[in-house]
């Protein structure tokens, strides 16, 4: 970062502090990871330059004979390592992949299905929120109360509403996703089955969860989750796709450029490439079978602390810690005082949710990026230690009922928490396990 220091030390501070930060905070957020340097380098490099729209080989622009090969080079390792028939690596985040296999199969005011949002899906796949609840008719299905999908409800949904395009997928869901049983589902209603895979990708391509290639008709995946690439997406079509519609990849293509998309990011695209190769490795398989066992050890762990876990526990790198018999609303305590010692992780809705989405009763947490550190389960047993005594730390907090009084006394507790010995002292512990697994020592700090 010397460049930057020179020309803009107050840019330079930031991004200085940011990475101090990563180096010694627990990173638990459970929808990021930590890059590697070789993508880093590949995401910083010259090919921010380039202008390519197109596909390999049918570019709008002269000039593109080497992008040509770093993106077929991405396309044909996606192809082998997810085993699916079509791939395309141009969509610039997760959520525009989405929009762009929305627009791909249906038109304004059809009918779609997703899970809920406050059950654990994601805000594309449907919710008021996002345009994708505004443009098309959304259905959407819920958790049980134990915390599993309800594919009863989901199937009575569908042959109800016969929607175009069924999701299956989320991002606060701890169990493995059922897709054979939505591929009957999506079968017997005649919709699309899309698997929206962000979260997991990198499990699949370990083998530590089942991959949706024969039940889903199309794939979608962020690249910079438990992938460990770069902040990207792409979106497949499986042979089960290719059966129910054989334009699949040409409407996919036709979606994403010209239908959403410009030029696409050439230097992201070779960040991808790069975190395939390293992901057909067969350190990759070790680290994504560690994350599982990582996120179990941590599971069991907080339970022997006395902390509640939706569905009882996690088959996958996520938990879903329910501080409901604590009190309602206990999630936006746990988050501000965890966040003061150090330790990374988000506030959440819960199964059976009784207080609110804004102030929640979980904590979603996971461990893709403690494990990319190279921690194991010893760790993990320190941190649901720690974890524990933060929250026993705020468990006599109680929410306000008025907006004003609520509002009022979380800024004076967020005051308070930042004086907190208590906390200051369990900063400092964490500070010490982090420094014992060294984040990026190349760049200093
Ligand atoms: C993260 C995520 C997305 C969106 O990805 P962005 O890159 O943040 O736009 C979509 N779907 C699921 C299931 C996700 O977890």
Not at 241 to 263: A, N, R, Y
Request: charged share 20%; hydrophobic share 35%; glycine share 10%.
């Amino acid at each position: 970062m010397d460049v930057i220091k020179d020309l803009d030390p107050e840019l330079y501070g930031y991004m200085k502090n940011e990475l101090l930060r990563q180096q010694t905070s627990l990173e638990m957020i459970p929808s990021e990871n930590f890059t590697s340097e070789a993508v880093m380098q590949a995401v910083g490099s010259i090919l921010t330059n380039k202008y390519s729209e197109g596909y390999p080989g049918k570019r709008y622009y002269g000039g593109n004979e080497f992008i040509d090969g770093i993106e077929s080079l991405a396309i044909s390792r996606a192809k082998s390592l997810f085993d699916v028939e079509h791939v395309n690596v141009q969509p610039y985040s997760g959520s525009p992949a989405n929009m762009e296999v929305y627009l791909a199969l249906c038109n304004a005011g059809d009918t779609i299905m997703g899970q809920s949002l406050t059950s654990g899906g994601h805000l594309t796949h449907g919710s008021p929120a996002s345009a994708t609840g505004k443009i098309f008719k959304s259905i959407q299905y819920c958790v049980r109360e134990d915390g599993y999908i309800n594919i009863d409800e989901a199937r009575k949904l569908a042959i109800e509403n016969r929607p175009k395009l069924i999701w299956i997928g989320s991002t606060a869901y701890p169990r493995m996703l059922p897709f054979k049983e939505f591929a009957v589902i999506a079968e017997e209603t005649g919709a699309y089955l899309a698997a929206d895979i962000s979260h997991i990708s990198g499990l699949v391509i370990g083998g530590v969860h089942e991959s949706p290639a024969q039940y889903a008709h199309i794939i979608t995946t962020t690249t910079h989750k438990t992938l460990r690439g770069p902040r990207g997406a792409m979106i497949m079509v499986t042979r089960r796709g290719l059966e129910k519609d054989p334009e699949l990849p040409k409407k996919i293509d036709k979606s994403v450029f010209p239908g959403m998309q410009g030029g696409p990011h050439d230097h992201v695209t070779a960040g991808i490439a790069t975190a395939l190769l390293q992901a057909s490795r067969p350190e990759f398989k070790e680290y994504a079978a560690q994350v599982v066992k990582n996120a179990k050890a941590l599971a069991e762990a907080l339970m022997k602390n006395g902390i509640r876990l939706a569905t009882n526990g996690t088959d996958n790198h996520l938990i879903l810690a329910d501080l409901t018999p604590i009190a309602p609303g206990m999630g936006v305590f746990a988050q501000d005082a965890l966040d003061t010692a150090g330790i990374t992780m988000n506030k959440n809705t819960v199964p059976g949710e009784q207080s609110s989405p804004f102030y929640p009763s979980g904590l979603r947490m996971g461990t893709p990026a403690l494990t990319t550190r190279g921690m194991g389960e010893p760790e993990m047993k320190q941190i649901a230690g720690l974890i524990g005594t933060v929250i026993r730390y705020v468990s006599a907090r109680r929410l306000p009922d008025g907006k004003e009084e609520r509002a009022e006394y979380l800024r004076s507790f967020r005051a308070e928490i930042r004086k907190s010995r208590e906390l200051d002292d369990i900063r400092k512990q964490v500070v010490e396990l982090a420094r014992r697994f060294p984040l990026y020592p190349s760049l200093g700090t």
